[in-house]
């Protein structure tokens, strides 16, 4: 037989600490609160780092440029006042570049010159003078288009700069800001572009400053928050445990434990509360105990006292039932009636003490392998005069192999007479017994469980009776007279009986579509139950009309 594999079970460090997490007020409280304070920081965080770096950035690009334009300025300057316009070009441009790239190189950034412009070439392709240690490839191909245009101003755009060892190679990568203009030589009228080459490390600086600062201020802001949540929530959480400590004992019994109570605050003041519930608690309960105790020590008492002069009304009820031939028919129909009722009063009796029992904790389980097989054709055998009386055909269905349990016999046997009995006495549904009804007593059982249940076809259980029918003395139609002789105490004490042994005993029904009962017992005494052997709905019961 195919079994269904069993759900993979959580590691035992991650199960603790979900039931952890579960349980805990305090560890809800600090978690959640961290959290929050988490998000705040770093939204504050993150905007007072983009403010910081937008103003930074800002204060260089106005530098920057404004330093680009006086360069700019002073190389115009220079070319105009240069004597002997009509001088060589090559020779004016290598000075005029020489000049700006040393001024670069004594400044801290780089320069790169390119031109003249209308050739079409890129700095790419080469034709350039750049400052030693700066690329030619940082100038971004956006501003060389800039300037292809006609009438092009200044421009400057972020960018990275490479920086280069003398062998040309690129040894370094860093963000930078570059800045173009344009010179022109008075010599041949040729335009040239200028691009200066400014890093941004001092800045990049500051700005890692700026975020380990805020990144250190954020993790103690949240020690700091954790710590103070965690001593704030404490001071309430702890006295709620005390409570719920408290409680506990109170629960198991102890009714003698209270709450200390410090100070006047709200706390102190729910203690006093707690302590005043506690004691109006104890003293009620002992009152209950003790009309408890005295009601099950009259009802024992009354039970005890009745048994002699029962004993004496049933020696004379005995002897007047034997001699009922010879009487007339109304004496002799007077000692039948006087002979069922002391049968009736005798089951009576014995029902009451034990109930009294039950209710004293004094019922004791004498539990041995019993099997639930045997059960049912034992109590069939002993209720079949009874069922043939009622016009009611008895029928089991039980595997051919035991249906073992661990069980006290004596009680299972009540259990089931009780269930039988009580579905003989509903059998027919109209109340009439001209015709044939038929009760089904099923048995299975399983790894876990054993069960039995009994099935009729009479007339039902309204809603809401499953549960009441269990109840001592409690009849569906009072007016209905108890056929089987029962006492009204036989379904209370099948539950007490199943409730010794760790089991359930549930009820079904429908008005006109009969009930079931079902008694399921665990295979071991004090084992657990988490299903039963056989449906508590019957599979020939008809869908609810909706």
Same mark, same amino acid.
């Given at each position: 037989?195919?079994?269904?594999?069993?759900?993979r079970?959580?590691?035992?460090?991650?199960?603790?600490?979900l039931t952890f997490?579960r349980r805990?007020i305090?560890a809800?409280?600090?978690?959640?609160?961290?959290i929050l304070t988490?998000?705040?920081?770093?939204g504050?965080?993150?905007?007072?780092?983009?403010q910081?770096r937008d103003?930074?950035l800002?204060d260089?690009?106005?530098?920057?440029t404004?330093?680009a334009a006086?360069?700019?300025?002073?190389a115009n300057?220079?070319?105009?006042?240069?004597?002997?316009?009509d001088s060589d070009a090559?020779?004016q441009r290598?000075d005029?570049?020489?000049?700006?790239?040393?001024?670069?190189?004594?400044?801290g950034?780089g320069?790169?010159?390119?031109g003249?412009?209308g050739?079409?070439?890129r700095?790419?392709?080469g034709?350039t003078?750049?400052?030693?240690?700066?690329?030619?490839s940082?100038?971004?191909?956006?501003?060389?288009?800039?300037?292809e245009r006609s009438?092009a101003?200044?421009?400057?755009?972020?960018?990275?700069?490479?920086?280069?060892?003398?062998?040309?190679?690129?040894?370094?990568?860093?963000p930078?800001?570059?800045?173009?203009s344009q010179?022109t030589?008075?010599?041949?009228?040729s335009?040239y572009n200028?691009y200066f080459?400014?890093?941004?490390k001092?800045q990049q600086?500051?700005i890692?400053?700026?975020?380990r600062t805020l990144?250190?201020?954020?993790v103690l802001?949240?020690l700091l928050?954790?710590?103070v949540?965690w001593?704030?929530?404490r001071?309430v959480?702890?006295?709620?445990r005390?409570a719920?400590?408290?409680a506990?004992?109170?629960a198991?019994g102890?009714l003698?434990?209270?709450?200390?109570?410090?100070?006047e605050d709200?706390?102190?003041r729910?203690?006093t509360?707690?302590?005043q519930?506690?004691?109006?608690?104890?003293r009620?309960?002992?009152?209950?105990?003790e009309l408890s105790r005295?009601?099950?020590r009259f009802v024992?008492?009354?039970s005890?006292?009745?048994? @002699?002069p029962?004993t004496?009304? #049933?020696? $004379?009820g /005995?002897?007047?039932?034997? =001699?009922?031939?010879?009487? !007339?028919p109304?004496?002799?129909?007077?000692?039948?009636?006087?002979?069922?009722?002391?049968?009736?009063f005798?089951?009576l009796?014995v029902?009451?003490?034990?109930?009294?029992?039950?209710?004293?904790?004094a019922?004791v389980?004498?539990a041995d392998?019993?099997?639930?097989?045997?059960?049912?054709h034992r109590?069939?055998?002993?209720?079949?005069?009874?069922a043939?009386?009622r016009?009611?055909r008895?029928?089991?269905?039980?595997p051919?192999?035991?249906c073992?349990a661990?069980a006290?016999v004596?009680?299972v046997e009540?259990v089931?007479?009780?269930?039988?009995t009580?579905a003989?006495?509903?059998a027919h549904?109209?109340g009439?017994r001209?015709t @044939?009804?038929?009760?089904l007593? #099923?048995? $299975?059982? /399983?790894?876990?469980a054993? =069960?039995?249940?009994?099935r !009729?076809?009479?007339v039902g259980l309204?809603?809401g009776e499953s549960?009441?029918?269990?109840?001592r003395f409690?009849r569906?139609?009072?007016a209905?007279?108890?056929?089987s002789g029962?006492?009204?105490?036989?379904?209370s004490?099948?539950?007490e009986d199943t409730?010794l042994h760790?089991?359930?005993?549930?009820?079904?029904?429908r008005p006109?579509e009969?009930?079931?009962?079902r008694l399921t017992?665990?295979?071991?005494?004090a084992?657990s139950?988490?299903q039963?052997?056989l449906?508590?709905?019957?599979?020939?019961?008809?869908?609810?009309?909706?």
């Amino acid at each position: 037989m195919l079994r269904a594999r069993a759900p993979r079970r959580l590691p035992g460090a991650l199960r603790r600490g979900l039931t952890f997490w579960r349980r805990s007020i305090l560890a809800r409280v600090v978690a959640s609160t961290v959290i929050l304070t988490a998000l705040v920081i770093a939204g504050v965080g993150w905007l007072l780092l983009q403010q910081t770096r937008d103003g930074l950035l800002d204060d260089r690009v106005a530098a920057v440029t404004r330093e680009a334009a006086d360069e700019v300025r002073e190389a115009n300057g220079r070319l105009v006042s240069a004597p002997g316009q009509d001088s060589d070009a090559s020779e004016q441009r290598r000075d005029i570049t020489d000049l700006i790239i040393g001024r670069g190189s004594t400044r801290g950034y780089g320069v790169v010159v390119a031109g003249p412009t209308g050739g079409g070439a890129r700095i790419a392709e080469g034709g350039t003078e750049s400052s030693a240690d700066f690329s030619p490839s940082s100038v971004p191909l956006s501003l060389e288009r800039h300037f292809e245009r006609s009438g092009a101003t200044s421009a400057w755009t972020f960018t990275t700069i490479a920086r280069t060892d003398g062998d040309d190679t690129v040894v370094s990568h860093e963000p930078g800001i570059v800045v173009g203009s344009q010179v022109t030589l008075p010599s041949d009228g040729s335009t040239y572009n200028v691009y200066f080459l400014f890093p941004l490390k001092e800045q990049q600086d500051t700005i890692g400053l700026v975020t380990r600062t805020l990144l250190t201020a954020g993790v103690l802001m949240l020690l700091l928050v954790a710590g103070v949540s965690w001593l704030v929530t404490r001071q309430v959480v702890t006295p709620v445990r005390m409570a719920r400590q408290v409680a506990e004992r109170l629960a198991a019994g102890r009714l003698q434990e209270r709450l200390r109570v410090t100070g006047e605050d709200d706390l102190a003041r729910l203690a006093t509360s707690f302590n005043q519930m506690a004691s109006n608690l104890q003293r009620q309960i002992r009152q209950l105990e003790e009309l408890s105790r005295v009601q099950r020590r009259f009802v024992s008492d009354v039970s005890h006292e009745l048994r @002699t002069p029962l004993t004496t009304v #049933r020696m $004379a009820g /005995d002897v007047l039932h034997d =001699a009922r031939r010879d009487f !007339d028919p109304v004496t002799a129909r007077a000692a039948e009636l006087l002979q069922g009722e002391l049968d009736r009063f005798e089951t009576l009796l014995v029902d009451l003490l034990e109930i009294s029992r039950f209710d004293a904790g004094a019922a004791v389980l004498e539990a041995d392998d019993v099997n639930l097989v045997d059960v049912a054709h034992r109590v069939v055998d002993t209720t079949r005069a009874l069922a043939e009386q009622r016009n009611v055909r008895l029928e089991i269905e039980a595997p051919d192999h035991p249906c073992l349990a661990e069980a006290d016999v004596r009680r299972v046997e009540r259990v089931v007479r009780n269930l039988v009995t009580n579905a003989i006495d509903h059998a027919h549904a109209d109340g009439e017994r001209t015709t @044939t009804a038929r009760v089904l007593i #099923r048995v $299975a059982g /399983d790894e876990q469980a054993a =069960a039995i249940a009994v099935r !009729d076809y009479g007339v039902g259980l309204a809603p809401g009776e499953s549960a009441m029918v269990f109840n001592r003395f409690w009849r569906a139609d009072p007016a209905r007279a108890r056929t089987s002789g029962g006492t009204g105490l036989g379904l209370s004490i099948s539950m007490e009986d199943t409730h010794l042994h760790g089991g359930w005993l549930q009820a079904w029904g429908r008005p006109g579509e009969g009930s079931q009962f079902r008694l399921t017992l665990p295979r071991r005494v004090a084992g657990s139950l988490r299903q039963s052997p056989l449906p508590l709905v019957p599979d020939d019961a008809p869908e609810p009309v909706r």
